[in-house]
T-cell receptor, first 112, second 110 residues
């Protein structure tokens, strides 16, 4: 399978704990995006990487959120001191130069 | 304010009953409009990209069209397997991100 993969698929954590998600993009894609989606809403942009450089961040991305893409390959999204409002589906997408984004299956986060 | 609005929010069709979904946008400098399909619990699946007014794209029972202010996704003779949420998204201005609408939840009844 050469699509975008995300791990884990589901994560349940207690409020205040830190969590980290991983995204492996399509191998030839140099652009990588993170989105958050809550029930009944469309995906909301969080951040964007071109190769290893983080070029755009949403105001939604508080200082508890950090993302990395070392060596321009896989990416990680970390949420520190999780809150119940962080419960959502976290989606990763990748693209080449055309801006057509291909999404992974998402990581469902539940904060109890 | 830059916006992407989809209507209706939900649509229930009988199998074979053709219809259209609407995506209207108020953004400056449209660079691309995208349609995605999303099944419950899964990531969005790319369907189409439209770049300029008058452009049309087709795939099986789906046809997407674009004007200067809106896009339509026409579904011809839908089948139950077409049931999903259809998302519209726009890439505009100097941003790298795309902005999504909330989607239209389509249910096709046998």
């Amino acid at each position: 399978d050469t699509g975008v993969s995300q791990n884990p698929r589901h994560k349940i954590t207690k409020r205040g704990q830190n969590v980290t998600f991983r995204c492996d993009p399509i191998s030839e894609h140099n652009r990588l995006y993170w989105y958050r989606q809550t029930l009944g809403q469309g995906p909301e942009f969080l951040t964007y990487f071109q190769n290893e450089a983080q070029l755009e961040k949403s105001r939604l991305l508080s200082d508890r959120f950090s993302a990395e893409r070392p060596k321009g390959s896989f990416s990680t999204l970390e949420i520190q001191r999780t809150e119940q409002g962080d419960s959502a589906m976290y989606l990763c997408a990748s693209s080449a130069s055309s801006y057509e984004q291909y999404f992974g299956p998402g990581t469902r986060l539940t904060v109890t | 304010e830059d916006q992407v609005t989809q209507s209706p929010e939900a649509l229930r069709l009988q199998e074979g009953e053709s219809s259209s979904l609407n995506c209207s946008y108020t953004v400056s400098g449209l660079r691309g409009l995208f349609w995605y399909r999303q099944d419950p619990g899964k990531g969005p699946e790319f369907l189409f990209t439209l770049y300029s007014a008058g452009e049309e794209k087709e795939k099986e029972r789906l046809k997407a069209t674009l004007t200067k202010k809106e896009s339509f996704l026409h579904i011809t003779a839908p089948k139950p397997e077409d049931s999903a949420t259809y998302l519209c998204a726009v890439h505009y201005g100097g941003y790298q991100k795309v902005t999504f609408g909330i989607g239209t939840k389509l249910q096709v009844i046998p």
